[in-house]
């Protein structure tokens, strides 16, 4: 039996602003992820850079500008010895501070 270590694209993705600098983002956890990659992006085209790694399926994006709006993705990966495989990258969601 052979078994592919990419975990499922994530699903359920909300971003909700919890303060005027600050945005919490979560998503459905994946079966068998090691752990989550979050992007943002100041548009919903594109542009999306890496700003966390964390072992749990949400984030606390804080420091950001008050009035903007943020859209961020997750990729979700499972780490097998040393090396990290990655799920495609989450629908994108937007909150705005």
Same mark, same amino acid.
């Given at each position: 039996? *052979? ?5 499922? !694209?994530?699903?359920?993705?909300? #971003?909700?602003? !919890? ?6 983002? @979560? ?24 700003? #966390?790694?964390? $072992?749990?399926? @949400? ?16 990729? #979700?990966?499972?780490?097998?010895? @040393?090396?990290?495989?990655?799920? *495609? $990258?989450? *629908?994108?969601?937007? $909150?705005?501070?």
């Amino acid at each position: 039996v *052979e078994v592919t270590p990419i975990p499922s !694209v994530p699903t359920m993705l909300t #971003a909700l602003r !919890v303060s005027h600098t600050s945005i919490y983002i @979560s998503c459905k956890a994946v079966p068998g992820a090691t752990g989550y990659v979050v992007y943002r992006s100041l548009t919903p085209s594109g542009g999306f850079t890496q700003i #966390a790694v964390t $072992a749990l399926p @949400s984030y606390t994006n804080t420091g950001l500008t008050p009035g903007t709006k943020y859209y961020y993705s997750i990729k #979700a990966f499972r780490q097998v010895c @040393s090396v990290k495989f990655f799920s *495609e $990258a989450s *629908e994108s969601v937007w $909150a705005k501070t």
